[in-house]
């Protein structure tokens, strides 16, 4: 099997019985476009956010992992593997924005969601990351409604959002889909927004940190710093904190996500993720070094 075909348990070829564009399948607070101009059947970037939706909104479970290390190995490995998504993470790693970029188009080539974290909400590099091939975004840090809103305004086109146009990139067929066509895509499938809440207080109520995203994202480890805690102290007070982020995001219709080392009914219930349909497992870095402490381990 091809690393662009769908792979067993994968989002692409989970069945949820919603049709791609159909109100299942759209944020909260999105509008569907009325428009012959859209697709039929999404493709490209927006068929994988149609996808990416169905799962989430339909109960299932995304599994994927926090890319870290340059280069086109990591993105094609992770196609092959099946993994339903990757984060290329411009927070907690050496990438800068032109390797990220490569590693976002190699991604949509090889049919392989990628969204891509960032620390801040920088409207012109969202843009840039986005016309790469970026399927969505995940905001580290979320404290107040503001955050949120910048980056939906940075995400979307006018009149839901501030975002420059361009057609000079691949998401927009290079222009040879035209713009009406474009437009109603991204109207129909905007990017997926993910919000990371990783401290123990906010600003803002956290259903207001949620309203109008796809994923409230649990930080854990930032989560678990934050409230104070060790590795060997009480989980109570993260597991409160937890169920609070779940509580808000039923309420707001977002799905809930978050991140662990490891994919397992212990690594779940300690985090108070065993709901999570959108789940960050380690990343590139930790998965290389745990193959390599089992190679030199004693036989």
Not at 198 to 225: I, Q, R
Request: no cysteine; glycine share 12%; aromatic share 4%.
């Amino acid at each position: 099997m091809s690393a662009a075909e769908p792979q067993p348990g994968s989002a692409a070829s989970t069945s949820t019985g919603s049709t791609p564009g159909s109100a299942a399948s759209m944020p909260a607070g999105s509008t569907q476009a009325s428009t012959s101009a859209e697709p039929t059947t999404p493709t490209g970037v927006h068929g994988s956010r149609a996808r990416l939706r169905a799962v989430l909104r339909g109960g299932g479970q995304l599994v994927g992992t926090f890319v870290k290390l340059p280069g086109a190995d990591v993105i094609a490995l992770a196609a092959r593997a099946g993994v339903d998504f990757v984060v290329v993470d411009l927070e907690h790693s050496g990438l800068d924005e032109r390797t990220a970029t490569d590693q976002l188009r190699l991604a949509a080539l090889a049919g392989l969601p990628a969204l891509v974290r960032v620390p801040a909400v920088d409207p012109g590099q969202v843009n840039r990351l986005l016309e790469a091939g970026a399927v969505g975004v995940q905001l580290s840090t979320v404290r107040r409604r503001a955050d949120v809103e910048a980056l939906r305004a940075a995400s979307r086109y006018a009149p839901h959002g501030r975002r420059s146009i361009s057609l000079a990139h691949p998401s927009a067929g290079y222009g040879g889909d035209g713009l009406d066509r474009y437009l109603a895509a991204e109207a129909a499938h905007p990017p997926v927004l993910v919000a990371q809440i990783e401290t123990a207080t906010t600003d803002d109520p956290l259903p207001a940190l949620l309203t109008g995203v796809d994923v409230g994202f649990v930080g854990t480890t930032d989560l678990a710093v934050s409230l104070g805690l060790s590795g060997t102290d009480d989980p109570g007070p993260l597991l409160r904190r937890t169920g609070d982020i779940a509580d808000a995001a039923r309420a707001t219709g977002a799905a809930l996500g978050g991140w662990v080392a490891e994919r397992s009914v212990g690594a779940l219930g300690r985090y108070g993720l065993t709901d999570a349909r959108y789940l960050v497992v380690g990343s590139d870095l930790q998965l290389l070094g745990a193959g390599l402490r089992r190679l030199a381990a004693p036989a």
